[in-house]
């Protein structure tokens, strides 16, 4: 039989959530997104470079190269739930189950010559062809492997920025460090792109990145209300133009718009969820092919997950046009995933506070050790020091087969019960 897909990655809305009015500019604006990436793919008037989610886009961009994210294709796939049907056709060329399934289904997909991207637009028949691929080990060596894979099939330069992991402190020697290697790799991309480097032009685009940046901040921070006027889920849609856009004016005057419509829920004490009566926070990936499952489970139980490490993951306040190579650096240095736990852990005691949560849920990927920070005991030193109730859901990102959608029903039912007799 015929498998029937749904997408449901633009979906605003489900049993429970109110809808946000701006998702419909923010279809077009993704629309707009991908068709002029599949026009410069197909007529060559412009070249295009493959980037990983927190790599320098802005240098991509400042040298005139459509920028295309793997990642967030990767998500689609996720959310589309295609993704668990792809993963084997990666195994099967040596790409173990156990490994990033966002690699894994992303490669998969373009085995099996798939795009979900078609369904959506039915002119776009494949992902755009790179000219260079671009990455950066600040997440994970994942991104290599996986950027690596793609150099060789399309006979494209593949360049990366190898970036010290689990630190502490950002020192000014890594800032260095990780901007020298950033400055060397203009010569080899102005060799590709055909245009020649403009300071002037880069300091432009770490403007538009810091503003985006800055108001996606304020979009997330509307959550700290009660009733919060967003979720963790509205998030994960919501956050498309800092991951792909950012950079761009468009993205700067989308989150304008997305912001004072939360600002006037929030002087309307509107809530995502109507009778919201406990606030999580989301630590770790998104389960891209459950959100409107999940979502729909919490707010039955009249719970709102108001914040998350993974949307609050694309603020980047260190970029300074000032200073666009090291503040870029520092920027993509600072990320969540790249640091200590030491480190992790003082950052999401101020989560904790800012955004008044009752609980948090820590989501084990089964594929992505990177994003899972509840393996060496950090939930429960978390539950000892700030007494915070810590839920552990096994799950991943993409591959839906590591997920049970009863026995997490059953844990977070469990939890919820917990809070509510505190
Ligand atoms: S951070 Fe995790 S999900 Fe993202 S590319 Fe790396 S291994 Fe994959």
């Known amino acids: 039989m015929k498998k029937i897909y749904t997408l449901t990655i633009f ?7 109110k809808e946000i009015a701006a998702t419909k500019e923010l279809k077009q604006l993704m629309a707009d997104y991908y ?10 008037d412009k070249k295009v470079a493959w980037c990983s989610s927190v790599g320098p886009a802005e240098i991509l961009r400042s040298l005139g190269f459509e920028v295309y994210f793997p ?5 689609l796939l996720g959310s589309s739930r295609t993704a668990t049907d792809l993963i084997p056709y990666a195994n099967a060329i040596g790409y173990s189950p ?32 790179p000219d260079v691929l671009v990455f950066n080990t600040n997440q994970c060596r994942e991104v290599q ?14 360049v990366g920025i190898s970036t010290p992991r689990n630190v502490g402190e950002v020192t000014n020697t890594q800032i260095t460090f990780i901007a020298k290697q950033m400055e060397e790799f203009i010569e080899i991309l102005e060799k ?17 990145s810091r503003e985006c940046s800055d108001l996606w901040k304020k979009v ?23 991951v792909v856009l950012r950079g761009t004016q468009q993205a700067v005057d989308y989150y304008k718009i997305l912001l004072a419509e939360l600002q006037e829920r929030v002087e309307n004490h509107i809530g995502a969820i109507d009778d919201e009566h406990f606030r999580l926070y989301w630590e770790g990936m998104p389960i891209w092919g459950r ?20 949307c609050n993951s694309w603020i980047f306040s260190a970029f300074n046009e000032k200073d666009p190579f090291k503040s870029m650096a520092k920027a993509y240095s600072e990320i969540f995933i790249s640091r200590s736990d030491e480190y992790k852990e003082i950052y999401l005691k101020k989560m904790i506070n800012y955004f008044k949560i009752d609980g948090i849920l820590f989501h084990d990927a089964k594929t992505c050790p990177h994003n899972t920070n509840s393996r060496y005991g950090m939930p429960q030193r978390l539950e000892g020091e700030i007494e915070i109730p810590t839920l552990i859901l096994n799950g991943d990102l993409n591959d839906l087969r590591c997920l049970s959608d009863e026995q997490s029903r059953t844990s977070i039912e469990a939890f919820i019960e917990q809070l509510e007799d505190r």
């Not at 979906?11 to 959530?17: E, Q, T």
């Not at 068709?35 to 060559?44: A, E, R």
């Not at 590709?192 to 538009?208: G, P």
Request: charged content about 20%; aromatic content about 14%; proline content about 5%.
């Open 71 to 75: 990642e967030n294709h990767s998500a």
């Open 291 to 310: 959100l409107k499952h999940y979502s729909e489970l919490f707010a039955s139980l009249k719970v709102c997950v108001v914040a998350s490490t993974y």
């Open 98 to 129: 156990e490994i990033c399934s966002y690699l894994t289904a992303d490669i998969g997909a373009y085995l099996k010559k798939f795009t979900p991207l078609t369904r959506i637009y039915p002119t776009i028949k494949s992902v755009p062809r």
């Open 11 to 17: 979906k605003a809305c489900d049993l429970y959530r």
């Open 220 to 242: 997330l921070d509307t959550a700290a209300t009660i009733p919060s006027p967003l979720t963790f889920f509205d998030g994960t849609i919501q956050m498309g133009p800092a």
């Open 35 to 44: 068709h002029k990436l599949d026009h410069f793919s197909k007529s060559n």
């Open 145 to 158: 492997d996986w950027f690596g894979w793609y150099a060789n099939e399309f006979k494209a330069p593949l």
């Open 192 to 208: 590709i792109s055909t245009i020649k480097f403009e300071m002037d032009e880069l300091k432009k685009i770490v403007s538009l």
